[in-house]
């Protein structure tokens, strides 16, 4: 069975940073293109970011780029992202998925993770 795994969340100050990692098993990970997503509480599901199969391109959501920075290694079918410079914006669950297919409208992510709360606070 597919399974997708993140870890890496916690509670930190404004200005802090945070690396969340997400584990993938049961799929041939370098097939995949990957997502990170996350959703506060009583708001709308963000994109966050994205790669490509071969980690070779990367997208990022607006209210992140700069701060962000997502990363695979298909070695270990993982996928990391990097949280620098945190504002209590970033406060949510945060998901990882997987997208067996992307085209010019955006991926289809056809597995997700259970998420791993982040939560920034002064």
């Known amino acids: 069975q597919v399974q997708l795994v993140e870890s890496g969340g916690g509670l930190v100050q404004v200005g802090g940073s945070l690396r969340l990692s997400c584990a993938a098993s049961?799929?041939?990970?370098?097939?995949?293109?990957m997502g990170w997503f996350r959703q506060a509480p009583g708001k709308e599901r963000e994109f966050v970011a994205h790669?490509?199969?071969?980690?070779?391109?990367?997208y990022y959501g607006d209210s992140v780029k700069g701060r962000f920075t997502m990363s695979r290694d298909n070695d270990k079918n993982t996928v990391d992202l990097q949280m620098n410079s945190l504002k209590p914006e970033d406060t949510g669950v945060y998901y990882c998925?997987?997208?067996?297919?992307?085209?010019?409208?955006?991926?289809?992510?056809?597995?997700w993770g259970q998420g791993t709360q982040v939560t920034v606070s002064s």
């Open positions: 049961g799929l041939t990970f370098s097939e995949y293109a």
């Open positions: 790669v490509s199969w071969t980690g070779g391109s990367t």
């Open positions: 998925a997987a997208s067996e297919g992307c085209s010019g409208y955006g991926c289809t992510y056809d597995y």
